[in-house]
């Protein structure tokens, strides 16, 4: 910075230099204000402290833009957090708190915050009006949604089910966070079949890396949201000939898979337009010639 000192005039600040290179999608700011926490880092009219609120539908698209038919370029799960930011009409402009990824999401899709004990570990979970299966059903919400579920109490308890502050959901369709039971593969093949959803992260729909930011979120590991953030951020390189296992990543340009085995892969898909598995030979046979490096690395998460 540099001032002016003239008897007759007011100081004058301006930036010299280039503010340096960020991530616009998990950097809190825009032209007009940014997050207080890059005060004095980074230069904004104003900054504002963040405002969390949970979403409350079972899945809200997450906009580039303040418009219904924007590009997507993520998704919040019920029970997720959203820092809210701005708010202009019926959009908020903010970022989630498991990723820190920017975007605008409708008002509407938000409520106060609330905590969460459970995670729906099935591709859906059903909530009854009452704890019977043969009670209405009030909602549904897709594999990767988060709860406040209690155990029921009384004469009528029913072990079978807990309770949320929308209804009753079967034990058996979540578990508490950070318990889910099985591997990655386990919890990724859980998803098969789920149509291929450009910026989806849920059971109803996901693209390659929301399968595997919510297949490593479900087991506790917290991921990037694209697969180039998830290439530089996650696990140590499997070097040209060392053999592949279960649960390794597989990048390529703007695509990411896990493998199953030493061969094949599970991966959210535009080619099958859904979570399928199949040999990674397949997957790399089907970039186009001039693709020099269609693996751009391997990596085994610790």
Known sequence: MSDSSSSNEQPRFELNGPMGDYDKRTTHIRGDLADIKLAGKLFAPHYV???????????????????????????????????????????????????????????????????????VDTRAALIFAQPDIKSALLERLPMGARLKCTAMEGEDANPAFLKTDKGYVHVRHVSELGSVQGSSVDIARKFMGAPYVWGGRSGDGLDCSGLVQMVLGMKGIKAPRDSDQQMAALGHDVHEGETLQAGDLIFFPGHVGIMTDSENMIHANAHWMQVAEEPLADVVARFPDDVEQPVLARKRLA
């Open 49 to 119: 402290v963040p405002q969390p609120r949970s979403c409350v539908i079972a899945t809200a698209t997450m906009h580039e833009l303040p418009m219904g038919d924007a590009r997507a370029v993520s998704q919040l799960v019920h029970g997720e957090t959203f820092a809210v930011l701005d708010i202009s009409g019926e959009w908020a402009w903010g970022f989630g708190t498991h990723d820190d990824y920017l975007g605008y999401v409708r008002l509407s899709a938000l409520g106060q915050e609330t905590e969460t004990s459970h995670v």
